[in-house]
């Protein structure tokens, strides 16, 4: 019997109603099934799909940007919640928790995004399994389906035309992950030259069928839509004609641009004689399960959703909670905002599963039966631990309603709107306590709101939190980032003792992407105190992790890090032509990532090397660059140490009244942030300012004011400050 989780919403097109029942599949069919009539706009819910395919297609230049597309998708998702259900529909769905969710649907309606409805907290295709079943006016006594024996026959079409190298790695990662893990599957592997004869003859003999390569979709006429080959396209007219003559694999993957996109427009007059899209033609033809995409994929994503669908199908999960845990898989590794996840949707009963682990026929080969009966129970036990381990603590890290909180967090503390964002991440904390990354978001936002003695709370709770969930991961980030809390501040004892805590605890747990993290802190910290060649030694190593690594988003990310962390160190040691080049290799790499935020500190880097070679409209170029990007963030902090450089620069150019401008603006915005050593700083240089000026009391004052911050943070700053003031009372 089916589980009793598992629900069939049944859809028709009636005139301008849907008609509509949901009901637990579980349950012992009534004689007596209640339908719900919704009035529709069905050209309102054409505008609707059409406006969501352009959010979809929109490009997305940097993380902002990102994030207002998601935004986007959130509010037409939104819409066609409020336009699609019944009062009582919409109600039960709302209630229901992760499960499986069958739509039976009218073929009229197969354009509309049912996997994007928004219902406010999570978007369909992220909380429930979910699947496509079509009701069509043509003969279902003509379709022959395809019988499972207990091993299947899959066949990997590969790159056919031989100019995808991530279509044939593709290929070659799911037919290495089928024979390193199971023995159910007899795998054909065919890449390159693949021609439509070759696909005729054989793709009736699998059961499954992965199709890596190019989709040619075609908006006015569905007959020139199709998989691109050696030879000319595999049309939908050649899937259909094959469909009267044999059985067709039980499921085909189309991982390939637009394999399952229909023209919204086609619900006009005439529909139900309209060409068919990929996924009609497959399934008309006798596919039980379609999986296809619903635009352009990326390489590297494609991949990881692959790899990830197989590995949860190959486990015994069923269809559609292995098409959903790859949705997710996405969205860890790329994030919400990256629209990844969006692609992918299911034809057929998302409830079947492919690979049902029974008791294996090797078994007869062991030597008692007591033997057996052992091992079946352990395997219970261990099956039992591990479904305990899934439902306690990862299950909750899949929540999809917590990740869309996050990445609402995410985007106002990237917009800047720091306030919003702490607000935001209270509610996500008060809500699930142990969702760790909240906490330095909230952290980071409290330090430029200037509310310090809040920041350090929360990274305190960082801490503790990931102590107390055994998380070393978010630990080791916790210690880093609590240690610069205290870098920035100025006490360089209490950040050592952190970094030396986190270094120790990401070898021990062999994590080699937080180990190069940490590295980097380290160098920073030693470059802040002089020791230029011990830093440059810690960077080689941080260096050599993430060069080994660079493919991953986040690796590339710290690489970057890497190079601007290097450049500093030359400067300092004043070899400023190596110092722009390693400050270069950081900005290209931020621009490639369209990283804009991170890009702040390599201008003003850039815009200070320029400064000290006397280049002074290069170094204000810059230096406004790098404020630009810190007044869309409204990161007073680096506000502050902008606007003190800029007035450094007026300064070297003998333009008093503008570094006195800039140093006041710098002067009030580390005063807001609480930010002592951009105060010490900015009093540094005033003290210059106004011997300049031969305002000797005011220069007194503000070096007084530097050396009662440096006196504890920096004895060397505050010795030569000391022999200032010596000379400014001599003279």
Known sequence: MPSPEALVLDVFKQGDYLRMGLFGQGQVIPTLRRYSLVAISFSELISLSVDLISVLNRPSKDRLSRFDQLKSLQKIGRLFWDHLFSRSVKERLKNSQSCILTLSLDEELIYLPWELVFDGSDFFCLKFSLGRLVRSKGDPTLLQYRDLAESLK???????????KSAYAEGVNIKNQFIHKTRKVYIDFKSTNIDKNYVKKNICDYDIVH?????????????????????????????????????????????????????????????????????????????????????????????????????????????????????????????????????????????????????????????????????????????????????????????????????????????????????????????????????????DACQRLGDKNRALKYYFDYVLKSEKLNNYRHLIQAYVKLGWFYQLDGQYIK???????????????????????????????????????????????????????????????????????????????????AAKEFYERSRKIFERLKLKNELS?????????????????????????????????????????????????????????????????????????????????????????????????LAREHWRKAQEIYRSADLDKYQEIRKQLLELDNN
């Open 211 to 443: 199709f890596a390569g190019h989709c040619e979709f075609d908006k006015k006429d569905f007959q020139k839509s199709g998989w691109v080959l050696s030879d000319g396209l595999f049309t939908t007219e050649d899937i259909l004609k094959m469909g009267q003559s044999c059985s067709l694999p039980a499921l085909v993957f189309s991982n390939a641009c637009h394999s399952a996109q229909a023209n919204p427009r086609s619900i006009d007059s005439g529909y139900q004689q309209a060409n068919y899209s990929m996924s009609s033609a497959f399934l008309s033809a006798g596919v039980r399960h379609y999986i296809g995409t619903i635009r352009k994929v990326e390489d590297n994503s494609s991949l990881i959703f692959a790899r990830e669908f197989y590995a949860q199908l190959i486990s015994g999960v069923n269809v559609g909670e292995s098409l959903r845990l790859a949705k997710l898989k996405l969205i860890k590794e790329f994030e919400l905002s990256s629209l990844y996840w969006v692609n992918y949707l299911l034809f057929g009963y998302p409830g079947f599963v492919f690979f049902k682990h029974g008791r294996n026929k090797e078994s007869k080969y062991r030597s008692t039966v007591f033997y057996r009966k052992i091992l079946f129970k352990s395997g219970m036990t261990i099956s039992l631990v591990c479904a305990v381990f899934i439902l306690a603590f990862l299950m909750p890290r899949l929540n999809p309603n917590k990740i869309l909180m996050f990445h609402n967090l995410q985007a106002e503390y990237y917009r800047g709107n720091n306030r919003s964002a702490v607000s935001l991440a209270e509610e996500l904390i008060d809500k699930y306590q142990d969702f760790l990354a909240a906490y330095p978001v909230i952290a």
């Open 154 to 164: 899959m066949l990997i079409l590969a790159d056919p035309l031989g100019d995808l």
């Open 601 to 697: 500190s390599c201008y003003l880097a850039l815009g200070e090397v320029y400064f000290l070679e006397k280049e002074y409209n290069k170094a204000l170029e810059y230096y406004y660059k790098g404020i630009e990007i810190d007044k869309g963030q409204v990161n007073k902090v680096s506000l502050a140490r902008g606007y003190n450089m800029m007035g450094e620069l007026y300064m070297g150019m003998d333009d008093l009244a503008k570094a006195e401008e800039c140093f006041g603006i710098s002067t009030k915005l580390a005063e807001e942030s609480n930010s002592r050593m951009e105060i010490a700083k900015v009093n540094y240089n005033l003290g210059f300012l106004y011997r300049m000026k031969g305002r000797k009391n």
């Open 495 to 577: 950040a050592l003792q952190l970094y030396d805590k986190s270094i120790k605890l990401s070898r021990n747990t062999y994590d080699k992407t937080s180990e190069a993290v940490v590295l980097r802190r380290l160098a920073v910290w030693y470059t802040d105190r002089g020791v230029f060649d011990r830093a440059l030694d810690l960077l080689t190593k941080s260096l050599a992790i993430n060069l080994e690594r660079q493919r991953s988003f986040e690796n590339a990310r710290n690489l970057a890090y890497d190079y601007r962390a290097v450049g500093v160190v030359f400067m300092k040691k004043n070899d400023y032509s």
